[in-house]
């Protein structure tokens, strides 16, 4: 009967033992709900970050655009046809002023 009442107390494990475990499991899951936030901002850091450099490509690519512009504005063809588009002439030029394009183009169809 002795050695039987040993395997209960072998079996059986100590209630300081059982309370050491679940502090630690305790402990365990106070450290991992200690992390969700900082995984949740650095998450959203990301996110940010992503739509910065979106953001930072499409300036840069209209920053291109506008400074193909400005090369082409610098040309002195793009100044003439500019001037011509408003109506300037260069001097010792005749302006004529040509209205009913569109209707003699339908007269001269249907002629």
């Known amino acids: 009967m002795a050695a039987r009442g ?3 107390t072998a079996r059986r494990r100590s209630r300081s033992a059982l309370a050491l475990r679940w502090i630690g499991v305790l402990v365990l899951v106070v450290i991992a709900v200690g992390y969700v936030q900082p995984l949740r901002a650095y998450r959203d850091a990301q996110d940010d970050v992503a739509a ?3 953001q930072v490509d499409r300036i840069a690519r209209d920053n291109a ?3 193909e512009r400005l090369a082409e504005a610098e040309t002195e063809g793009f100044v003439e046809r500019e001037a011509r588009r408003l109506g300037l002439v260069k001097p010792g030029e005749r302006l004529f002023i040509v209205t009913d394009v569109d209707e003699w183009n339908q007269a001269r169809r249907r002629g």
């Open 6 to 8: 040993r395997r209960r």
């Open 52 to 54: 910065r450099q979106a």
């Open 65 to 67: 655009a506008l400074e």
